[in-house]
């Protein structure tokens, strides 16, 4: 019987393509330079964003300014909605979190440095 091969690796041409074709975003520039496993850094209409994804399972997305229409992508590619938004260190965080949305919540909020979190 054959094997099914998952695929876990959100390559960065990919998100950038996912981001334009499914999500509706134009001018969405992942820094190929600047990547790592599990890890992006990019750029959508100026506003600098960071991303760190783990397979069906959750996303983070920092961006120094709050940009909706590139959470309302991130959601319409993962194919779920984020549990909350909250600042740290300057920038706005979303995340996104398919498994354990409420442990994660109750875990931040006691989370040193994290202010006005918002359970979405």
């Known amino acids: 019987m054959a094997e099914t091969v998952v695929n876990l690796t959100w390559y960065s041409h990919n998100m950038e393509s ?6 509706g975003l134009d001018n969405v520039v992942i820094d190929k330079s600047n990547v790592d496993e599990g890890s992006y850094v990019g750029r959508y209409d100026g506003n600098r964003f960071y991303v760190r994804w783990a397979y069906k399972a959750s996303l983070i997305l920092s961006m120094k300014q709050f940009s909706q229409k590139l ?17 740290c260190d ?29 359970r979405l």
């Open 71 to 87: 959470v309302d992508a991130f959601s319409k590619v993962l194919g779920y909605k984020p549990f909350c938004r909250y600042n």
């Open 18 to 23: 996912d981001l334009e074709h499914q999500g």
């Open 90 to 118: 300057g920038s706005v965080i979303v995340e996104w979190d398919k498994i354990y949305p409420a442990a994660a919540f109750e875990s931040l909020r006691e989370e040193k440095g994290i202010t006005n979190i918002v």
